[in-house]
Nanobody
Framework: QVQLVESGGGLVQPGGSLTLSCAAS????????MSWYRQAPGKGRELVET???????EYKDSVKGRFTISRDNRKNMVSLQMNNLKPEDTAVYFC???????????????WGQGTQVTVSS
């Protein structure tokens, strides 16, 4: 069974740092674009950052200079280093990945279960 498993969320004070990780497991031929989304209470899900298989990135303006996305293609993993966290960064963070499956060669979109990030003093 193919799935994305996230880790690294938690409670942090304003100005602090956290690193989120997401690993794709199962019968995967290749991971394509990988992204982090977030959803704050009472709001819709929004794209935070995305990285292509070849390292091209796009950032939400409000996190530029504070968050850094990276990936390891050999391990089918994506990480999000978050620095100088602000209370408005509080949300459930979701990993998203386009995966080519070994079983049928199809490119399929997957979501992780989400991990809570709370920024509060």
């Amino acid at each position: 069974q193919v799935q994305l498993v996230e880790s690294g969320g938690g409670l942090v004070q304003p100005g602090g740092s956290l690193t989120l990780s997401c690993a794709a497991s199962g019968s995967i031929l290749r991971a394509g674009t990988m992204s982090w989304y977030r959803q704050a209470p009472g709001k819709g899900r929004e794209l935070v950052e995305t990285i292509s298989r070849y390292g091209s990135t796009e950032y939400k303006d409000s996190v530029k200079g504070r968050f850094t996305i990276s990936r390891d293609n050999r391990k089918n993993m994506v990480s999000l280093q978050m620095n100088n966290l602000k209370p408005e960064d509080t949300a459930v963070y979701f990993c998203n990945a386009g995966l080519t499956l070994l079983s049928n060669g199809r490119y399929t979109n997957y979501w992780g279960q989400g991990t809570q990030v709370t920024v509060s003093s």
